[in-house]
């Protein structure tokens, strides 16, 4: 079982930086995981930020935060991290921390397809 617990979330200014952080425990050896940031806003639906294969660390990045947003892991591969840069009002959200055995070989942007997540962490961007 896949436990993963997220901090970093706060309240920072428009165009400031925040880094959030995903500590990840239970993977099974010699399995291929996908691990992602997800956010969801009051009112709207959770949306994918950006996933990454633990291991090789193949990103990928919704369009609203390519080029401000930096997934990546630690070096033990147990940490997750998300450094957003240039934020904007429009990223305040719940985030989340979310992993999927990808035995498919898909590593989505959807959150249906991840069944391990975090409690989320709180980011508020004002302007």
């Known amino acids: 079982q896949v436990r993963l617990v997220e901090s970093g979330g706060d309240s920072v200014q428009g165009g400031g930086s925040l880094r959030l952080s995903c500590a990840a425990s239970?993977?099974?050896?010699?399995?291929?995981?996908?691990m992602g940031w997800f956010r969801q806003a009051p009112g709207k639906e959770r949306e994918g930020v950006s996933t990454i294969w633990r291991g090789s660390g193949v990103a990928n990045y919704a369009d609203s935060v390519k080029g401000r947003f930096t997934i990546f892991q630690g070096n033990a591969k147990n940490t997750l991290y998300l450094q957003m840069n240039s934020t904007k009002p429009e990223d305040t959200a719940m985030y989340y921390c979310a992993a999927r055995a990808a035995s498919d070989g898909s590593c989505p942007l959807s959150s249906v397809a991840f069944p391990y997540w975090g409690q989320g962490t709180q980011v508020t961007v004002s302007s």
């Open positions: 239970g993977f099974v050896t010699n399995r291929r995981y996908c």
